[in-house]
């Protein structure tokens, strides 16, 4: 099954998150506190999918999103938003996540928008 690193500088959010994807088969390869982290992570562990929350200390999420993607063109980014944050996820798709979900996460939305972006 798809390898999937959470990226959330809320504990309680990256177990909400794993909650939702693990009970489904998904492996979590890992987790980032912040966007720093994320992008050393993502080199590491490689995996298929990222979510990645977009206001982090440090480095935010966009930030971490352009640096991952200069390492892999081909990487699978979820932007984890909340409502609200409509420029932000414009901004996001533009350098090239692949999707996005909306705080506070509801399952059958976060499942599906996983399965679409590791199907594309």
Known sequence: MAKIMIVDDAA???TLLKN???PKGYEIAGEA???????DKYKELKPDLVTM???MPN??????????????PN??????????QENMVRA?????????????FQAPKVLEEVQK???S
């Open 12 to 14: 309680f959010m990256r």
């Open 20 to 22: 939702i994807l693990f």
């Open 33 to 39: 506190e912040n966007g720093a982290v994320a992008v």
């Open 53 to 55: 929350d977009i206001v």
């Open 59 to 72: 480095v935010n999420g966009i930030e971490a999103l352009k640096q991952i993607r200069e390492f892999d």
């Open 75 to 84: 990487a699978k980014v979820i932007m984890c938003t909340a409502v609200g």
């Open 92 to 104: 996001a798709i533009m350098s090239g996540a692949k999707g996005y979900i909306v705080k506070p």
């Open 117 to 119: 972006v590791l199907g």
